[in-house]
């Protein structure tokens, strides 16, 4: 199958080869070995395979975090972590813009997307021998030559247009860029393989020569220069350059531009891929601006599909988060200030913080003694009681009011959303048992 067309209907497009540009042919695996474009699928497939996936349902309004099913554990299986699961499928959908694996076990439950049972395994697929091809208002996808019904078989798709079954293929779209680049690359080595021996031109100045002659001084020059050997010549010869410094420039200059060009077709900064260019270059404030800026405008959508994706093989109304909190780690001096900040505006607690550090809460003792050294914590400026001071707490204007009665509209603490959270996954699962 050649193309987005086919005698069955529509089709995933060949990834056999993406045809011929420049000097080279450029298909899927030959496009990664671009640098460019190699370093833009692994800074995306690094980033969101790694970010942590948490599990939530509502509960009265409030976010409750759920234990994980076995599909966000060990999603294709024993050998197939969660981590590295996203990590080919995201590879997948940045070069051919599909993925397609194969259901093999399901649990007992279901949900409007998968009526059948939800998927527990997925058994991701070689994306060169896929088609999804769409046959008399029927979806089938054909798999190593082997048909399948839309039931057995999960697909994700990205840049996904208006009418189509599958998404667009960002490896195809770049081809023409990735083929100038690979065609200057295979200029480089075509260059440095004959040892760096410019085209020339070479002319005899002692007499006319005819054709057998040319042929045959050609043949002499070609065989000299390829073996790597010394040419030498009389006086009867001049031999000129006719491709040296100029066209070695453009030549640079060129491969920096098409690192650029592919950047752009991958949604990565040219910088994060040490590919900018002379008057490219953006500068930021710290390393978490950059990231932010990395991740509102570059990944934030694809994270927002791929939850919307990994949410479908939940029950609802389970749902799925990616923490990109990991991305926007700040420095130290940034991060201990927007913590104390949170401290003072009763955002979070002492032992909140401490666990983000990996710290034990304080015990009495602890307390005693840091009291003893530094005394009580105050607000800053020294307007008002600490955090968490008996009977007080900060107002509007600074000060402090006394503590809510008892007649208060009650609050959450942190035991009840974990006991509600317990209750909330004991019901599920009675759920279950029962509808089982």
Excluded at 22 to 30: C, D, I
Excluded at 49 to 76: H, N, Q
Excluded at 249 to 272: A, N
Aim: glycine share 10%; proline share 6%; hydrophobic share 40%.
């Amino acid at each position: 199958m050649d193309g987005f067309s086919n005698i069955g209907g529509v089709v995933v497009p060949s990834r056999a080869s993406g045809g011929k540009h420049g000097a080279v042919s450029v298909n899927e695996t030959k496009a990664m070995t671009h640098s460019a474009y190699w370093a833009c699928l692994r800074v995306r497939a690094d980033l969101i395979s790694t970010f942590p996936a948490d599990v939530f349902r509502d509960f009265d309004g409030i976010a409750l975090e759920m234990p994980k099913p076995p599909i966000m554990v060990d999603t294709g299986g024993a050998e197939w972590s969660f981590a590295d699961w996203m990590w080919a499928s995201q590879r997948d959908l940045d070069s051919v813009g599909n993925v397609i694996g194969l259901i093999r076990e399901r649990n007992g439950a279901s949900n409007r997307y998968y009526p059948e049972g939800l998927p527990s395994r997925i058994e991701l697929q070689d994306p060169r021998g896929c088609s999804v091809i769409k046959y008399k208002g029927k979806t089938m996808y054909r798999i190593d030559g082997k048909i399948y019904d839309p039931s057995v078989v999960y697909h994700e798709r990205q840049y996904r247009m208006s009418g189509s079954p599958v998404g667009l293929a960002p490896v195809h779209l770049a081809a023409a860029t990735l083929g100038e680049g690979l065609s200057m690359q295979q200029y480089g080595l075509d260059w440095f393989g004959t040892g760096g021996i410019p085209k020339a031109w070479m002319r005899n100045v002692a007499k006319r020569l005819g054709d057998p002659e040319r042929e045959a001084a050609k043949t002499w020059y070609n065989d000299t220069v390829r073996n790597g050997d010394l040419m030498v010549t009389g006086k009867d010869w001049e031999y000129n350059m006719i491709q040296a410094e100029t066209v070695g420039l453009e030549w640079l200059e060129g491969r920096q531009f098409s690192l650029s060009e592919i950047c752009r077709f991958m949604s990565v900064p040219p910088e994060m891929v040490h590919a900018a260019v002379s008057g490219q270059s953006v500068t930021y404030a710290n390393v978490s601006q950059a990231n932010l800026q990395f991740l509102i405008m570059h990944i934030g959508p694809t994270v927002i599909r791929r939850e919307q994706a990994l949410s479908r093989l939940l029950p609802m109304p389970r749902y799925v988060k990616l923490n990109t909190a990991a991305l926007l780690r700040m420095d130290p001096m940034t991060r201990q200030t927007v913590l104390r900040s949170q401290l003072e505006t009763w955002q979070m607690t002492l032992s909140e913080t401490r666990a983000l550090d990996d710290r034990q809460p304080l015990s009495a003792a602890d307390k005693t003694e840091m009291t003893e050294i530094y005394g009580k914590p105050k607000i800053a400026g020294g307007g008002g009681a600490a955090p968490g001071q008996p009977g007080q707490e900060p107002t509007e204007s600074g000060g402090a009011e006394p503590a809510p009665t008892e007649e208060a509209e009650a609050i959450w603490t942190p035991a009840d959303v974990r006991a509600a959270s317990e209750f909330a996954a004991d019901m599920e699962r009675m759920a279950e048992l029962t509808a089982a």
